[in-house]
C-alpha cells in the first residue's frame, strides 16, 4: 500500500496533467517494493518546510508551521486552472450537466479567499478518482467503492485521533474489511491543515537497542518509534516484535501530541501454516487492515494533509515485504532451517521454497480468521480486467510495471506480460516529505538506514 514504491524515488512530476516518466537513465535500484504502493513519489513542487523542534534525544524533523501560507499551496492562476479542471472533470463523468455555474461560484471564492471548498460529492469522487490514479497501485479494479468520511471540520488532535479510531472499526467490519478515507481539514492560506506523522494508523514499533545494533520489532519504523519515544512514550517493558504503535498527530502551531490505539480498535491475525506445525512457535502475527496515514490527498488543487486511506492486503505483502525482507523481520533463513533447507547457497532456491511457504500461512491465516485478503494472482487478474475498463470509457490508465508486478511468482502473473504507461495526473496521493524523513531516519546511535516504509493498502 502506498508511498514506499521507490519511497521517496527522485521525480520530475508535477501533477498538472498525464506526463510520460522519462526512462532514459536506465533502471533504477528500488528501495522498497509493494503489491499496491500509491502515488508515493512526491512532486518537485510540494516542498515541506522542517525543522528539529523534539527536545529530548536526537531531533526528528517535524513540520514547522510558523509563518506563510500553508505547505506547497497552490497560488492564484495556478490554483483556479487546477479548480477548473477538476470541477470540468467532476460534471462530464457525473453527467451532472454544464459546469459553467458551479465554476463561477470556484472562482468567486477562490478570489476572496485564496481557496475554495468541495461539495461534498466532490470530494467522494476527488478521492475515489485520486485512488484510480494510483500508477502503484494494482488493486484499482474497485475504486468507485471507496468510503469516504468527510470530517474537514475537525482540527484538534484528540479529536482526528478518535476519528481514525472510528476509522479502524468501520475498515476492519469484524474481518470483512472495507476500503475506507477519512479526509480532515485541509491546507488554507495562513492556516496548515493537520497531520498523522504515523506511515499507517496501525504499525509495529522498531525499537533500537542502546548504543546501535540490531532493532526489535519492525526496523522499517526507528525513526517514528524513537519520534514517540522522545514524546514519552515508554514501549513496550520489556521491548516486544510486535508492540502497536501510539498515534502521532500535529495540528498547525502546535507539537506532536501521543494517541494510544484501543486494543479493540486493532485486529491482529496470528500467522499458522496449514501444514507445518511448527510454525505457531514462530509467534508472528500481522494487523488486519493497512490504513496510510502519512499521504496527502491533493484535488482540483486543495491539500488535505490528513486524510487515512485503506483497502485490503495482498498476500505478498505481509509474507514477501514485511515478514520476508532482509531489512524488515527477515524470516526466511528461519523458516528455510525449520523446514530441514540448506541456506549454505542461493542456488539450492532455500529463499524461494521458504517464501512460497510464508506466503501460503499468510492467506491461510487470515482466511482462518475471517479476514479479508486477496492473492497475487487474482490481483494480477483483476488489475487487467480494470485496464480493460478504463480503456472501454475512453480513459488511459497510468501504471508502474515495477510496482504492479507481484514480489512473488513474477511471470507466472499476466502483468508481467506486457507494458504500461507511466505518468501522473490529478487527483492524487502524495507522501509528505516529513514522511521520507521519518522512514529513512536511523535508529539512534547505529547509524545504519532503516528499512524502506510500509505496503500499499489498495490490493483488492
Not at 506511515?199 to 540490531?214: C, I, N, P, T
Request: aromatic letters at 8%; charged letters at 25%.
Amino acid at each position: 500500500m502506498g508511498l514506499s514504491p521507490g519511497r521517496g524515488r527522485p521525480d520530475s512530476r508535477r501533477g498538472r496533467g498525464p506526463r510520460e516518466r522519462d526512462r532514459s537513465a536506465g533502471p533504477v535500484a528500488l528501495a522498497s517494493f509493494q503489491a499496491c504502493p500509491v502515488a508515493l513519489d512526491e512532486p518537485a513542487v510540494q516542498e515541506t518546510s522542517e525543522r528539529d523542534v523534539i527536545p529530548a534525544g536526537r531531533p526528528v524533523p517535524v513540520p514547522d508551521w510558523s509563518g506563510g501560507p500553508a505547505d506547497g499551496e497552490p497560488a492564484g492562476a495556478g490554483l483556479l486552472a487546477s479548480a477548473e479542471r477538476f470541477i470540468t472533470q467532476f460534471h462530464d463523468e457525473n453527467r451532472a450537466g454544464p459546469p459553467d455555474r458551479r465554476l463561477r461560484q470556484v472562482r468567486r471564492e477562490i478570489e476572496a479567499t485564496g481557496t475554495y471548498r468541495h461539495a461534498p460529492a466532490e470530494l467522494t469522487f476527488g478521492a475515489r478518482v485520486a485512488w484510480r490514479n494510483s500508477a502503484k497501485c494494482i488493486g484499482r479494479l474497485y475504486w468507485h467503492s471507496l468510503r469516504v468520511r468527510d470530517r474537514r471540520e475537525v482540527t484538534a488532535a484528540a479529536d482526528i485521533a478518535a476519528e481514525s479510531v472510528m476509522h479502524l472499526r468501520e475498515a476492519t467490519n469484524g474481518g470483512r474489511i472495507r476500503p475506507v478515507m477519512t479526509v480532515f481539514a485541509p491546507d488554507a492560506p495562513g492556516r496548515p491543515g493537520p497531520r498523522i506523522l504515523n506511515s499507517e494508523l496501525v504499525r509495529y514499533a522498531g525499537h533500537a537497542a542502546a548504543g546501535g545494533g540490531a532493532v526489535t520489532g519492525d526496523p522499517a519504523t526507528a525513526g517514528v518509534t524513537r519520534l514517540a519515544r522522545d514524546l514519552g512514550w515508554p514501549g513496550g517493558e520489556p521491548p516486544g516484535r510486535f508492540d502497536i504503535l501510539p498515534l502521532i498527530v500535529q495540528e498547525a502551531g502546535s507539537l506532536p501530541t501521543l494517541h494510544e490505539l484501543p486494543a479493540d480498535a486493532v485486529l491482529e491475525v496470528p500467522i499458522r501454516h496449514p501444514e507445518f506445525g511448527w510454525f505457531a512457535d514462530l509467534q508472528l502475527r500481522w494487523y488486519a487492515v493497512p490504513v496510510i496515514s502519512d499521504m496527502y490527498l491533493e484535488v482540483g488543487g486543495i491539500r488535505y494533509p490528513a486524510a487515512p486511506f485503506n483497502g485490503w492486503y495482498m498476500c505478498t505483502e505481509i509474507g514477501s515485504r514485511d515478514l520476508g525482507d532482509t531489512a524488515r523481520y527477515d524470516q526466511l533463513p528461519v523458516i528455510a532451517r525449520q523446514m530441514g533447507l540448506s541456506v549454505a547457497s542461493d542456488r539450492t532456491l532455500w529463499k524461494d521454497k521458504a517464501i512460497t511457504e510464508l506466503n501460503l500461512a499468510v492467506l491461510h491465516s487470515y482466511a482462518e480468521a475471517g479476514v479479508t485478503i486477496s492473492d497475487h494472482h487474482t490481483e494480477s487478474v483483476r488489475f487487467l480486467q480494470h485496464v480493460e475498463r478504463e480503456e472501454r470509457q475512453g480513459r488511459a490508465c497510468p501504471a508502474d510495471w515495477s510496482w504492479i508486478v507481484p514480489p512473488a511468482a513474477s511471470s507466472a502473473t499476466p502483468v508481467f506480460h506486457r507494458t504500461y504507461r507511466d505518468f501522473d495526473q490529478s487527483p492524487n496521493f502524495y507522501r509528505h516529505r516529513l514522511a521520507a524523513a521519518l522512514a529513512t531516519a536511523a535508529p539512534s546511535g547505529d547509524g545504519a538506514a532503516a528499512a524502506p516504509p510500509p505496503s500499499c493498502p489498495w490490493p483488492g
